[in-house]
């Protein structure tokens, strides 16, 4: 996978944090950064994938077992 480098600015708190983090971890600052943000990539492909699923679903509508045979409509269940 070919790689590019980025600069980012964080909070030194925050970098210094991290950097701990990191060396508790026994990794780079840079490997703890690139797992971090592929997960959020994958929990957000993942979350897409199954947002199209359920609109999918929504649209096509379900079958409840009922087919034409209701003898009743729809105000009459909700007649108050």
């Known amino acids: ?4 480098n980025v600069t980012l600015s964080l ?5 210094r944090k991290a ?3 990191a ?10 950064l690139t ?3 592929e997960e ?3 929990k957000s492909d993942m979350y897409e994938i199954a947002h199209q ?7 096509k509508g379900f079958d409840f077992g ?3 045979s209701t003898s009743w409509t729809r105000d009459e269940l909700h007649e108050r």
């Open 1 to 4: 996978m070919e790689r590019q």
């Open 11 to 15: 909070p030194k708190e925050t970098l």
């Open 19 to 21: 950097k701990i983090l």
């Open 23 to 32: 060396a508790e971890r026994q990794t780079s600052l840079s490997a703890l």
């Open 35 to 37: 797992e971090t943000l």
């Open 40 to 42: 959020i990539v994958a």
């Open 53 to 59: 699923r359920q609109l999918v679903l929504m649209e």
């Open 66 to 68: 009922l087919g034409e």
